[in-house]
C-alpha cells in the first residue's frame, strides 16, 4: 500500500522526492492558453474591475481592450504547476510565498510557457521527514514562431516535500524466525524434586542431637518445598 508520504500531490503513487529536486533543476510545465469566456468570469466572480470585465470600458482605456486579473493569470501558472510537477512529486503544503509580480498585461487568446526553477533546497527544520524547496516561477508569452516575446509574471515560493521513504531489505524482510527452546519437561507430581540415598536421613527428619523440640527444621532442599502445587 501506498503511504501518504509516498503520494503526489494528486494523490498517486509519486515518482519524485525531496532528493531529486536539486538546485539548478528546470521543469517545463508547457504552454497554457488564455480562454477568454474564462478569463472574464473569473473577473466577474473574483475580480470585477472594470478593465476586466467591462470590454467597452477597457477598449477606450490606455488598456485598449479587456485584460486578465492577475490572480487568473497565477491561477492558470498553479494549475500548470499541478499537473506537470506536483502530479509526480511528494508534494505537502506550502509555508508561503516570497514574490508574486505580473509584469505585463495578459489578453484572451495569448500562449504563455510556464516553467518553474530550483533555487534551493535543504531538509525542513519544522516538519522532520520533509525537505524545503525554493522555487521560481514564470510565465513567457510566446510569439507566432513560438518564441518568448515577453514576461508575463514571476513569483518566489517555498514547498515541503517528502524524503524519499526507505526500503525494508528483502533478506531481512524474509528471515525465518528463531524458534524458541523447547521448555524442559516439569518434575512429576509422584516424584519428589530431590533424590536422597535410600535409608537415609532428610532434612525433615528431627535432628538426633536433642538440640530441638521435636519440629522439623525448614530447608530449601526439603521435599515439601518442591512439592508441585
Not at 516561477?137 to 514547498?159: A, I, N, S
Amino acid at each position: 500500500m501506498t503511504t501518504p508520504d509516498a503520494r503526489s500531490g494528486t494523490g498517486r503513487p509519486a515518482e519524485l522526492f525531496f532528493e531529486d529536486l536539486v538546485p539548478g533543476l528546470t521543469v517545463d510545465l508547457g504552454v497554457v492558453t488564455v480562454d477568454a469566456d474564462e478569463m472574464v468570469a473569473f473577473a466577474r466572480r473574483f475580480d470585477p474591475q472594470w478593465y476586466h470585465v467591462d470590454p467597452d470600458l477597457a477598449a477606450a482605456s490606455r488598456h485598449g481592450g479587456l485584460i486578465a486579473s492577475g490572480f487568473y493569470t497565477v491561477s492558470l501558472f498553479m494549475r500548470a504547476y499541478v499537473d506537470h510537477l506536483l502530479s509526480r512529486a511528494a508534494a505537502d503544503a506550502s509555508p508561503g510565498l516570497e514574490e508574486l509580480r505580473w509584469l505585463a498585461p495578459v489578453r484572451a487568446g495569448d500562449r504563455l510557457a510556464v516553467r518553474v526553477d530550483v533555487m534551493g533546497a535543504r531538509p525542513s527544520t519544522a516538519r522532520p521527514g520533509l525537505g524545503t524547496v525554493s522555487l521560481t516561477g514564470t510565465m513567457l508569452r510566446l510569439g507566432p514562431d513560438d518564441r518568448p516575446e515577453q514576461e508575463v509574471l514571476r513569483t518566489r515560493f517555498r514547498g515541503w516535500f517528502a524524503v524519499r521513504p526507505v526500503e525494508a531489505d528483502p533478506a531481512e524482510a524474509e528471515a525465518p524466525e528463531a524458534e524458541a527452546p523447547e521448555a524442559a519437561p516439569a518434575p512429576e507430581a509422584d516424584q519428589p524434586a530431590v533424590d536422597q540415598p535410600d535409608g537415609g536421613p532428610t532434612a525433615a527428619d528431627p535432628p538426633t542431637d536433642g538440640s530441638s523440640d521435636g519440629a522439623p527444621t525448614e530447608s530449601s532442599d526439603s521435599p515439601e518445598a518442591h512439592r508441585p502445587d
